[in-house]
Structures are given as C-alpha cells and as structure tokens.
C-alpha cells in the first residue's frame, strides 16, 4: 500500500467544537499509523492548547503552530524545527499608531501570552493553560522581544482602518489577516514566510513524503496555502466558502460529523493496492 502524510487543521476539521476530539478520531487516526501513514497537525494554536490532541493520537511527526510561525518536534530530537516572529519594532509601532481603533490585543512568544487588558471576553482566545505565563499591561512595558504572532481585537467597525494602516506601512513586510465570519474584528500579524504552506512543505520533506502523496485538510483561509501545496487539497463541507476554490475536493460530512476521518477513510480504501 503507498503511503500518504495526513496533514490535519485542528477546529473546525478535526475537532468537533473548540476543546473535544472524538474518540473514533483518535483510534482511527492511531490506526492508520500502523499502516505506515504519518499524521501531523497543522494549526493556528499555540502549542499549549494543540499539544493534547498530538498526544491522544499518539504522533512521533513535527508539530505546526501558529500557521507555520513555529514548527517543533518533541518526540524527534534530530528534527530541526523553527520559529518565525514578527519584528517587535513593527507590531509596536502599529498597535501605538492604532490604539484608538483597538479594544484588545495580545501578542505570544511561543507558549508565553503578552496581552493588553485581561478581560473575561478575551479568555476564550487566549488558550490560557497547560504551564503558560501570562504577562499583561502596556506593550511597551511587557513586550522585549518579537513575536510568533499578535492578535488585535478592533472595535466595532474599526477592522479596516487597522488594516489598511498596515498595507500602507508595512506592505510585504508584516502581513495581515482578518479572521472573517463572526469573527471579522479580529486581525493578525504574521511574517510573509509564515504558512501552513511552508511549514508543511518543510515537515514533509523532513519525513520523505513527495508532494504528491501529501493529503491536506482544512477549514479556512488559513489553510490556503497548505491546500495548494498538498498532492490532494480538501476543504471541510462546513469550510469557508473563500476557501473551497482552493481544495481539490470537499469532504461530505462536516467536522462535528467527523468529516475528516470519514474522508479519509474513504480515501485509503479507494487507493488501497
């Protein structure tokens, strides 16, 4: 049987809501394993909140945070793995130039958690456990250092001004992204070489898979770039209409359905030699 590396987004495709994967996620995931199929997660979390599912399904592969900001192998010590940050001068200069269009904001340097205002409604993104140090207050205080990613809350119908800020100043050099959907007040910060994209291209090769036998599953436009370099892109049925042009299929069920196991499934005994 050849094959494949499953590279697998965590919500809104693995996951069936924000805390909770299935049990016949996890044993099926851990079965195809002993098949000689590799998994790997790949990620907008940050390691401490992403670190339990790697461990339920009993992966040995890298692990991508931060869609491809930080990329780390536990169970590997001969893998190399990266860090990607965003200059601490630019994110600054930002949140200082824009401050009357934000209501919150809150950088993170690997698993340490620099934020703004610690606010009951801001708990929910802030995957505040599993040994994480929270430092909060001005930015020009707390922050020293650059970081993987930084996360700015707007005010209401303030988003644009904030981007357009950033496209002004910092065109090619610090990239924006807009959550979208209920979530389009939300903005983040990244580096231009950080993508799922990138990282899996470089974990992939890293395990020896060839591009072609790299099958990619997410949900939202941050898993673009990652679908595009897969072999086989697939786009969860319930994904983000921006990004199913971009799949080479959907999956028929949704992730709450356990929609990516299922297509997997599927898809091994088509292929099957």
Do not use: C
Request: net charge negative; charged share 25%; aromatic share 12%.
């Amino acid at each position: 049987m050849k094959k494949y590396l499953f590279v697998l987004d965590l919500d809104g495709t693995l996951l069936l809501d924000w805390e909770t994967i299935s049990q016949e996620s996890v044993d099926y995931l851990r079965y195809i394993q002993t098949l000689g199929h590799k998994v790997v997660l790949a990620t907008g979390r940050p390691f401490r909140s992403s670190e339990e599912f790697y461990d339920k399904i009993g992966l040995d592969t890298p692990l991508i945070n931060y869609n491809g900001g930080l990329v780390t192998s536990k169970n590997d010590s001969n893998f190399k793995g990266y860090s990607l940050t965003v200059d601490l001068d630019s994110v600054l200069d930002i949140f200082e130039s824009n401050k009357e269009y934000i209501q919150n904001a809150f950088g993170e340097v690997r698993d340490d958690i620099y934020l703004l205002r610690n606010t009951e409604e801001i708990q929910p993104l802030l995957h505040n456990f599993n040994g994480a140090r929270l430092f909060v207050g001005d930015f020009k205080d707390i922050l020293k250092t650059p970081t993987n990613g930084f996360i700015i809350i707007s005010k209401k119908g303030q988003g644009a001004q904030i981007e357009n800020f950033v496209e002004e100043h910092y065109k090619d050099k610090v990239l924006h992204r807009n959550w979208g959907n209920d979530y389009e007040y939300i903005i983040e910060l990244f580096t231009p070489e950080t993508s799922k994209g990138n990282a899996v291209e470089y974990v992939s090769q890293y395990l020896g898979f060839e591009r072609e036998n790299v099958v990619a599953i997410g949900d939202a436009h941050n898993d673009i770039e990652m679908l595009q370099y897969a072999g086989l892109g697939v786009a969860m049925v319930n994904a983000q209409e921006r990004l199913k042009p971009f799949a080479d299929t959907v999956t028929e069920f949704t992730n709450k359905e356990n929609g990516a196991i299922k297509f997997i499934e599927k898809f091994l005994n088509k292929n099957a030699e």
